[in-house]
């Protein structure tokens, strides 16, 4: 049993697991409990944070039953460990101050010295060690870098060693490292295109196996391409800017020289409206087409228009894929949706009719379709989330 720190929106993080692994609940409100017989990588999670190995449950969550339970647990089992132990402790979900936290691992400190075992403890600024310090500090990714994390649910509290933390380093230089970006069109971040390429492939986009062919109708730059060449698959772009075809393949230059990766990659013009693309087709998943940028919710009228725009050329799009999908091939779009003064979204009309297209949408048990929205707290344009199968 893994436990799995969800990202910022985690209605995303959880229908992610829940198409790559047979078994996931909500365990608080920003973890998820997952049943895998196998490691998951967490670098292929775009929407997981970190990810830990469950050790034990405690039928308590009060604090200093919990603090001391960890502190016998791990005197014991790593009485007669080799080496130096580096330790980090992230609490989530308590109401505990840093101090308390670090206090515990000053304590388990203790105990192991006089086993003979030493130990440096990475400090705690806050409950919980951020991404980035648990990456630098290569935690969960050997037997003797080890973060605990700590997760309290309803009535239990479990204690996880972490298997690893995001490599925001790398997500990082892969969106702002690439030679080609172009932020008019919208730049899709990498952590989202791989939740979207695990909501079409399941668990095929964690593992690469079996090799998919993936289709990006409207690439852009090659965000969501580069991601699935990562993941091991092979990658199918289109778009009908000609500027657009030739930023994605020299992304996609870059990623082959900068990974030593050979990518089975394919590019060329088209108009997602109407264009005939090769098969075969294991899936398709794109951003389609978002509108005009909006830094203020835009008026009556003139979202009535962008609205129309935009489910015209989406709704074009699908007619026009559908044609040419076997049933029951996936497909993920992030399409529009907009944010008023109350935090209210108006969505797109094609989003309440797919099956009019020959498409159904994909049921989650752990999440409502309409919670499938990315976005920054700040946008007025947010991503919808449209996760369908062909019927």
Known sequence: MYIALLGRQPELSIAELERVFPKVSWYSAQTALVDAKQDFDVQKLGGTQKAGRVAFELQSNDWRKVSDAIVRHYSKSWAKAEGKITLGISVYDFQVAPRDVQKVGLVLKSALKKSGVSLRLVPNQDQALSSATSHHNKLGLSANKVELMIVRGKTSVMVAESIGSQNITALAARDQ????????????????????????????????????????????????????????????????????????????????????????????????????????????????????????????????????????????????????????????????????????????????KVEDFGFERVAFTTVKNEALLYFRPDQVVARELLVLIKK
């Open 177 to 352: 490292g690439r030679p080609r970006r172009d932020a008019f069109v919208g730049m899709l971040p990498p952590k989202l295109a791989q939740i979207m390429i695990n909501l079409a492939l399941g668990e095929a986009g964690l593992t690469g196996t079996p090799k998919a062919r993936v289709l990006d109708p409207f690439c852009g730059t090659g965000v969501l391409l580069q991601e699935a060449a990562l993941m091991g698959h092979s990658v199918y772009g289109t778009d009908l800017a000609e500027k657009m075809v030739r930023y994605s393949r020299d992304n996609l230059n870059w990623l082959e020289e900068t990974y030593r990766l050979p990518v089975d990659w394919y590019l060329h013009e088209g108009d997602a409206m109407d264009t005939q693309w090769q098969q075969p087709i294991t899936a398709a998943a794109s951003e389609a087409y978002l509108g005009q940028p909006f830094s203020a919710p835009p008026s009556p009228a003139k979202l009535t228009e962008v609205r129309g725009n935009c489910n015209h050329i989406i709704s074009a799009f699908l007619n026009n894929i559908s044609k040419q999908l076997q049933p029951g091939t996936p497909v993920v779009l992030a399409v529009p949706a907009w944010k008023d003064k109350s935090d209210r979204f108006t969505h797109l009309p094609l989003t309440e």
